[in-house]
């Protein structure tokens, strides 16, 4: 089956950090521009960050600019984000997608005290 | 930074019903407009990309047309499974901009 699954999600204190991971399976992410989106509970969608095929290029929301770093290893046909000094504000379901084609189904995470 | 602005916000309609919601670009944005459609407690999934192309898989009732800074995305013969918010998004500059959204009741 051709699917995007997100992991990583969960409770996070203001301030730290937490890393996300999204993997491919049925296709290869090697030939793909790939995106970090996030949606804040009842909120729109939000884009977070892109990266070029070959990681060359990378791109982000001012919001998460120096905070959040993506990545991704096609090897093991994975996308990332690194998220440090989370605040409230970046509690959202995150996904993954492919630049014109396949969403995640999301992972939730949740910066509270 | 690019902003998208859609309309209406939400609308209802009717099963068989044709609708109509646009986008508009703060600046031209060529051909680089998808289309998504978000349902309650789901992922959104790409409807359309690159102002009109269906995707795979996708009715031939959903259609998207426009140039410019104005798009459209339209819905012919209504069925209750569109009940659904749909997003525009710009892929031209980054960021990659998304519409509010509008979401739609039947």
């Known amino acids: 089956e051709v699917q995007l699954v997100e992991s990583g999600g969960g409770l996070v204190q203001p301030g730290g950090s937490q890393r996300l991971s999204c993997v491919a399976s049925?296709?290869?992410?090697?030939?793909?521009?790939m995106n970090w989106v996030r949606q804040a509970p009842g909120k729109g969608l939000e884009w977070v960050a892109n990266?070029?095929?070959?990681?060359?290029?990378?791109y982000y929301v001012d919001s998460v600019k120096g905070r959040f770093t993506i990545s991704r290893d096609n090897a093991k046909n994975s996308l990332y984000l690194q998220m440090n000094s989370l605040t409230a504000e970046d509690t959202a379901v995150y996904y993954c997608?492919?630049?014109?084609?396949?969403w995640g189904q999301g992972t939730l995470v949740t910066v509270s005290s | 930074d690019i902003q998208m602005t859609q309309s209406p916000s939400s609308l209802s309609a009717s099963v068989g019903d044709r609708v109509t919601i646009t986008c508009r670009a703060s600046?031209?944005?060529?051909?680089?407009l998808n289309w998504h459609q978000q349902k309650p407690g789901k992922a959104p999934k790409l409807l359309i990309s690159?102002?009109?192309s269906l995707q795979s898989g996708v009715p031939s009732r959903f259609s998207g047309s426009g140039s410019g800074t104005d798009f459209t995305l339209t819905i012919n013969s209504l069925q209750p499974e569109d009940s659904a918010t749909y997003y525009c998004?710009?892929?031209?500059?980054?960021?990659?901009?998304f519409g509010q959204g509008t979401k739609l009741e039947i």
């Open positions: 997608a492919q630049d014109g084609g396949l």
């Open positions: 049925g296709f290869t992410l090697s030939t793909s521009w």
């Open positions: 990266i070029k095929h070959d990681g060359s290029e990378k």
């Open positions: 600046q031209t944005i060529s051909s680089s």
């Open positions: 690159t102002i009109s």
């Open positions: 998004q710009q892929t031209y500059s980054a960021p990659d901009t």
